[in-house]
């Protein structure tokens, strides 16, 4: 089976929409397409235009790049417009929450770890909910397996926020294998949440 392949990296709306619907015309019904963005906006427009046009992508992404896969379908009725899709890009609803050690404030540690926990259980009661929390250094062990936050933080996942774990430092304090919920990432990454978003709140 023939795959196509779009890199819209480092490009805006709608430029990366128009590519896909220009590859995707020039192709045969079975075919394959596999488009590579790097920005969340070009993300969520392509997959909402290719599902608008019947077809059911998959999506991955790695080092923050996405990666889109879709096969065109058979027999497909002409796609349908893009620039009605192309929306601007816009930071995050929700605040990024930053935890960057194992406790919340200076002073006592045993106090500093049980308001911490206090502060990540009362998280669900913040509207928004965050868009994101970020652990680096001491931050990742509230996501490691016994941690008293880790049902608050598997619960808020769930809900849609997304948790980033810097993998150095699972590495670093020996947590690999260990880490209950959330999704291991790179100081890529991570700075990419902190400089998009509108509010940072560290811990």
């Known amino acids: 089976m023939k795959e196509h392949n779009v890199d819209a990296r480092k ?7 128009m590519m896909v619907k220009k590859a995707l015309e020039g192709m045969t019904g079975g075919e394959r397409l596999r488009v590579q963005v790097d920005n969340e906006t070009a993300r969520d427009n392509l997959l909402r235009f290719l599902q608008d046009n019947g077809m059911t992508p998959g999506l991955s992404s790695e080092g923050g790049v996405y990666t889109i896969e879709v096969e065109k379908i058979r027999g497909a009725a002409p796609l349908g417009d893009t620039e009605a899709l192309c929306e601007p890009d816009r930071p ?4 990024v929450i930053v935890v960057n050690h194992n406790g919340m404030g200076s002073g006592s540690e045993e106090l500093g770890r049980i308001l911490l926990q206090v502060f990540v259980n009362t998280l669900h009661e913040l509207s928004p909910l965050p868009s994101a929390i970020l652990c680096y250094n001491g931050g990742v062990f509230v996501a490691a397996e016994g941690a008293p936050t880790v049902p608050a933080l598997a619960d808020l996942a769930d809900r849609g926020v997304t948790l980033l774990l810097c993998g150095t430092c699972i590495d670093y304090y020996e947590l690999k294998g260990r880490i209950a919920v959330g999704t291991v990432s790179n100081m890529y990454e991570i700075l990419q949440r902190v400089s998009t978003s509108e509010r940072v709140i560290t811990l």
């Open 11 to 17: 490009l805006g709306c709608p430029q990366p929409l």
């Open 92 to 95: 995050q609803a929700g605040p």
